[in-house]
């Protein structure tokens, strides 16, 4: 399996830019080891967010790319969000003797994550219902009109586009 450069690239990319948001979050809200970590918290929660409007906006609302998944969703999400940090957070507030606050921390976390993932997903949905657009068709978001036929979900094959078999992107 051969690797691609610019794949690579994309990920490092958007890895750089999202540990550079990210690093600035914490130093925006420091927090006290024991206490409620909201730079993580408010981190992973937006991340989330972004990566179900990037992935649900990317798969089903516009034309196939080999790099704004990698870019936006490995790279950039993936270098903004962070587990490592999470969990060691989790870990403080359990050595502090603060069991409580971890579990609520934890529980807080996973709850608002699946939330925001599932609001992103539904306002991309939403917002394409919601637009009469035909993608790119003749038809100027009227088809009714102009007596062309569209939908309002373009095709998922574009001419040209590369073709990512059963590799998930």
């Given at each position: 399996?051969?690797?691609?450069?610019?794949?690579?690239?994309?990920?490092?990319?958007?890895?750089?830019?999202?540990?550079?948001?990210?690093?600035?979050?914490?130093?925006?809200?420091?927090?006290?080891?024991?206490?409620?970590?909201?730079?993580?918290?408010?981190?992973?929660?937006?991340?989330?967010f972004i990566?179900?409007?990037?992935?649900?906006?990317?798969?089903?609302?516009?034309?196939p790319?080999?790099?704004?998944?990698?870019?936006?969703?490995?790279?950039?999400?993936?270098a903004?969000t962070?587990?490592?940090?999470?969990?060691?957070?989790?870990?403080?507030?359990?050595?502090?003797?603060?069991?409580?606050?971890?579990?609520?921390?934890?529980?807080?976390?996973?709850?608002?994550?699946?939330?925001?993932?599932?609001?992103?997903?539904?306002?991309?949905?939403?917002?394409?219902?919601?637009?009469?657009?035909?993608?790119?068709?003749?038809?100027?978001?009227?088809?009714?009109?102009?007596?062309?036929?569209?939908?309002?979900?373009?095709?998922?094959?574009?001419?040209?586009?590369?073709?990512?078999?059963?590799?998930?992107?």
């Amino acid at each position: 399996m051969r690797a691609d450069c610019r794949e690579l690239l994309a990920v490092f990319a958007g890895g750089a830019v999202g540990a550079v948001a990210r690093a600035l979050v914490g130093e925006l809200l420091p927090h006290d080891p024991g206490s409620w970590p909201w730079a993580t918290f408010g981190v992973n929660v937006a991340g989330a967010f972004i990566l179900g409007w990037l992935i649900t906006r990317l798969q089903e609302r516009v034309p196939p790319s080999a790099y704004r998944r990698p870019l936006l969703g490995t790279g950039f999400c993936g270098a903004f969000t962070t587990f490592s940090t999470f969990q060691v957070e989790l870990l403080g507030m359990l050595d502090a003797d603060r069991a409580g606050l971890a579990l609520g921390y934890a529980g807080a976390s996973l709850l608002a994550g699946g939330i925001a993932v599932a609001l992103a997903s539904n306002l991309v949905r939403r917002t394409a219902s919601a637009s009469s657009s035909c993608w790119g068709s003749p038809c100027s978001g009227a088809p009714e009109r102009s007596g062309a036929s569209c939908s309002t979900v373009p095709s998922r094959r574009v001419r040209g586009a590369r073709s990512h078999g059963a590799r998930s992107r």
